[in-house]
């Protein structure tokens, strides 16, 4: 497993991107804050994704979270944290991906897109 800074310089040098980052002090329980900004200027806007993350101590333990996507798409979030989690934990992207089959992100609110899924255990 790479260090999370070195992870997340890979992630944006294979994406050609070079934000600036601000890195927050980690929490007891081991969840850190980035936050990656693109300063604008008269032609572009500012963009931000921020995100929180808990870098596990195993393989497919990562957990991560978007707090904030501004000016980027989902999609490039997603390919993001795909890229992220497979530079953590070496292993190929494509087990990061969301399957291709899944519905576009408007369809989640969607009842009919979920209607094979089982009810929530209590």
Same mark, same amino acid.
């Given at each position: 497993?790479?260090?999370?800074?070195?992870?997340?310089?890979?992630?944006?040098?294979?994406?050609?991107?070079?934000?600036?980052?601000?890195?927050?002090?980690?929490?007891?329980?081991?969840?850190?804050?980035?936050?990656?900004?693109?300063?604008?200027?008269?032609?572009?806007?500012?963009?931000?994704?921020?995100?929180?993350?808990?870098?596990?101590?195993?393989?497919?333990?990562?957990?991560?979270?978007v707090l904030d996507r501004v000016g980027l798409s989902y999609t490039w979030g997603e390919r993001f944290m795909a890229l992220l989690y497979s530079n953590i934990d070496?292993?190929? %992207?494509?087990?990061?991906?969301?399957?291709? *089959? !899944? =519905? @576009? #992100? +408007? /369809? %989640?609110?969607?009842?009919?897109?979920?209607? *094979? !899924? =089982? @009810? #929530? +255990? /209590?």
């Open positions: 497993m790479l260090p999370l800074e070195t992870a997340l310089l890979n992630t944006l040098n294979a994406l050609g991107q070079h934000p600036d980052r601000h890195f927050a002090e980690p929490t007891q329980e081991g969840w850190q804050t980035i936050t990656l900004t693109w300063p604008g200027d008269n032609t572009t806007p500012t963009r931000i994704f921020k995100f929180e993350i808990n870098v596990g101590e195993v393989i497919g333990c990562t957990v991560a979270c070496q292993m190929p %992207v494509n087990l990061y991906l969301p399957p291709g *089959d !899944m =519905p @576009p #992100l +408007e /369809d %989640v609110e969607d009842p009919d897109v979920y209607a *094979d !899924m =089982p @009810p #929530l +255990e /209590d």
